[in-house]
């Protein structure tokens, strides 16, 4: 496997709460991408973070936010959640981040807003 | 235009058929060119990375035409187990780590 974990595998929320979805990239790897992947759809690159930086931002509204931590692990959390938030949401992490770097993806955290 | 096309599937084969799948992408000054393969409820893999001098490993062939701005994936004697959604993906340019995915192409294969 890909040695990139992701918690939980599952979580259910109403609109309005807030979410904290976590990742552990693989060994040495200091560079972390999130995506949201809806139902029938590609993954859609939210942010990157680079050394605990952000260090690239998708189309996505400032209540998306992350951390990342010295252990490269790392943190998406989203506030004010609105159904259509609905969606598997991946990690990726990679050695350096650079535009042809294979990024390792996680098995995912589907998250089902009510 | 969507920045990554593909075809909208799904495609249902007998083992052993030859099956292409076919990607266009917008931005010309894209630089790197993937195609994962993604498992019903998994994540996505990569399959292979896409170079100007075409790949091949193994039945997998892929090829890239930057003056078209077209990818493809060639799966030759194709497996059961080949059936997954394959996903082309460009890179985002001036943007680290943003890969732009396609909407994903649905393969089954039958026995």
């Known amino acids: 496997e890909t040695g990139v974990t992701q918690s939980p595998t599952h979580l259910i929320k109403t609109r309005g709460q807030q979410v904290t979805l976590r990742c552990s990239s693989q060994?040495?790897?200091?560079?972390v991408s999130w995506y949201q992947q809806a139902l029938g759809q590609g993954p859609q690159f939210i942010f990157q973070?680079?050394?605990?930086?952000?260090?690239g931002r998708g189309n996505f509204p400032p209540r998306f936010s992350g951390l990342q931590f010295p252990n490269y692990s790392s943190e998406l959390n989203v506030n004010a959640l609105e159904l259509d938030d609905s969606a598997l949401y991946l990690c990726?992490?990679?050695?350096?981040?650079?535009?042809?770097?294979?990024?390792?993806f996680g098995p995912g955290t589907r998250l089902l807003v009510l | 235009r969507k920045e990554v096309e593909q075809d909208p599937g799904p495609f249902n084969v007998p083992e052993g058929a030859t099956v292409a799948f076919n990607c266009t992408y917008s931005n010309s000054a894209s630089q790197s060119f993937f195609w994962y393969r993604q498992d019903c409820r998994k994540e996505p893999k990569l399959l292979m990375s896409v170079y100007s001098s075409g790949n091949e490993d193994g039945r997998f062939t892929a090829q890239l035409n930057r003056a078209s701005q077209y990818i493809s994936l060639l799966i030759r004697d194709s497996k059961l187990s080949d059936s997954a959604t394959y996903l082309c993906?460009?890179?985002?340019?001036?943007?680290?780590?943003?890969?732009?995915f396609g909407k994903g192409t649905k393969l089954s294969v039958k026995p």
């Open positions: 973070y680079y050394r605990e930086e952000e260090n």
């Open positions: 990726a992490s990679t050695l350096a981040g650079g535009m042809r770097e294979t990024q390792y």
């Open positions: 993906v460009v890179n985002r340019p001036g943007s680290q780590g943003n890969l732009i």
């Open positions: 060994s040495g790897h200091n560079t």
